[in-house]
């Protein structure tokens, strides 16, 4: 065994799948899309280097930087209902009854294709035959909203369905979590007195803080390269009220023919989730975090 | 345990194998027949976008018309490969990228087409048009420099589609004047019947409601020019157009929402009895006609009418919004060019003979109505077309990608309130400037 994971050729081997999967399918399109953000390209006919025109339009898009905010305001509500989803696992794995099915009824919207979320929510919001304002409408609310129309909602709109969407992932893990601290830690707890509000706060978080960490990280950069529901609900609109990011993206290359921009939009939304990225650790890191 | 390790690098290297193989294995597949192709027979490959299941009745003319030039060119073998429309459009871009087009394809008019004859991707059809068989300015929206590069296919006009029973309920006659469609759209709001429908997500739906505003004020040329940049599109006649549809919006003449509503969606209203009306193309014929799908009590129920002239203006009843729909091209890169084009020929003649009695389509070649068993509207529709003084093609597809974008944009901020028709122009003439 040793004398096998000394031998360099095979570790160079037993490397190599993976290594050629990585690069081929991740490092090598990053690197392209920086090479094609250097170049104007419709994606069809042939490329002309522009040098850093595509990046220095992109610093100056004032579409660019609203499409951005919407991405951060999505990374900012999905960071703060990972408290909720903390919460609601805190109940779960605090033995009630029938917390497992429970928990299992909040994973059935992650079994969902976005695509069917999004169309689901869109019946919801139909201005005139949604459920949504059937049912201001039975509470007296005359002048119901017309949700995804209006560009002042339109967008807080579509975060209801998203934050609904991946509650049951970070419930799965938060609850997976929970289960791993050991009872007996608990038990000692019991017995000199705490109460449950104590345990869940004093014992039970701080247990599992890396874990939060890490799902602080996927909320973070999972919303800054949010795309699907988007797409599908409002396609950016009205007039770009609900753009994000990587939509913008999406739009520029494929339905406007810029593959070079698009491609100088997806290396800027690559800089500013490794940013982003950057910035939580560095935020969440706490003293005694040993690398 | 050395042999086991040996054994899980290969199991991984398999493993690996298979993942890429899994990715490559979805883009060679479904030919027409399934078979191998034998090595004797000239293999053309097509693309379309008429899924057996979604277009059933275009994709059974297709194929039976692929059958039969099989049949009379046993040395031909065309191979199929469909996808619905979105996708249709993403591969296309992606293969012409890498230059794998295949020998016949869909592409729609003008500025979609543009980039593709500039990169040198379509093969100019000049020899196989034979222009005479399409209705008049047909294949010029599909020429570039004067050379054809795709044959059309489909030719589209849009009339509003009204539901007599509403009207009727509301002692009202389909309008020929604007004052008389406004009184139309007074007296349904008053009695809390939403006057018309519109999909206004989509934003070219939107669109074709300022065209014709424009057409009707303004006349053909007001909005051509400022598209073609011989005219401004701050236009008198292009404002007071924005103007007047500011104002319907403002009377509540389009559904609730329209911004956040697909076409699709929009459709449902009017499908549902819940909408008055609804501006649409002729490809919507066959839910008031032909389809099976749609309850022939309804059916009866849609009429149609020009959109109403205003006062004062100049645009005349005759004159539409519309244009072809898709075509077909052959690739410059293609090895069998000249199968592709004589096959591209004869699918345009044989559409054209069969898409109005068994799809519904109105086809962009010229059609003979004496003989066919057809649809009351399908002939009404086809001798308005036939009256036609003026046929504007769709902005969206005149202008440039990037422009178009910001005229679709637009639009949605003047029904929704967020551009003045003044910033609505503005805005327009500055990214039209900026192009040129």
Sequence with gaps: MKNVMSNKFVIALYTLPALLLILVLIYIPIVLSGYYGLMDWDGIGQMTFIGLENYVTLIKDNYFWSSTWHSFLLAIFSTLSLLLYLAISLVLASKIKGSDLLRKIYLIPMLLSSVAIAQLWMKIFDPTNGMANTLLAFFGVENTPIWLADPAI????????VIWQYAGFYILIYYAALKNVPDEVIEAAKIDGASPLQIALKIKLPLISGVFKVTIMLAVVGSLKYFDLIYVMTGGGPNGASEVMASYMYKEAFKLNNFGYGSAIGFGLLVICLVMTWLTMKLTKSKDDVQ | MKKKKAFSAVMTMALAGSLVLAGCSGSDSSSSEGSESSSDKTVVKMMHLWPEGSSNAQYTIVDDIIKSYEEANPDVDIQTEILGNEQYKEKIKVLSASNELPDVGISWAAGYMKPFVEGNMFAPLDDVAQPDRFVAGTLDAFSVDGKPYALPLELNITPVYYNKEIFEKHNLEAPTTYDEFVNVVDTLVENDVTPITLGNKD??????????MADRIGGPEALNN????????????????AE????????GAFVKGFNGLSNDEAKGYFMNEQAAMYLMATWELPNYTTSPDVAQEFKDKVGYFKFPTVEGGKGDIDSYVGGPGVGLFVAEQSKVKDEAKAFVSYLVDEWGKRSVVDAGVIPATVVDTSSADLDQMYIDILNDLGNATNLTLYADVQMSAGVA??????????????????????TQEEALAAEK
């Excluded at chain 2, 939107?206 to 065209?211: F, H, I, N, V």
């Excluded at chain 2, 005219?231 to 007071?240: N, R, T, Y």
């Excluded at chain 2, 007047?244 to 009377?251: G, I, N, P």
């Design chain 1, 154 to 161: 339109a967008l807080y709109a579509i975060f209801i369905p």
């Design chain 2, 203 to 212: 934003r070219w739906t939107g669109s074709m409601w300022y065209m014709y």
């Design chain 2, 226 to 241: 400022a598209i073609n940049r011989t005219g401004s599109f701050e236009d008198p006649a292009l404002v007071q157009a």
């Design chain 2, 244 to 251: 007047e549809l500011k104002s319907l919006v403002d009377k």
């Design chain 2, 405 to 426: 974008d910001v005229h679709l944009n637009q639009i949605q901020a003047l029904f929704g309130g967020q551009s003045t028709p003044e910033e609505f122009a503005k």
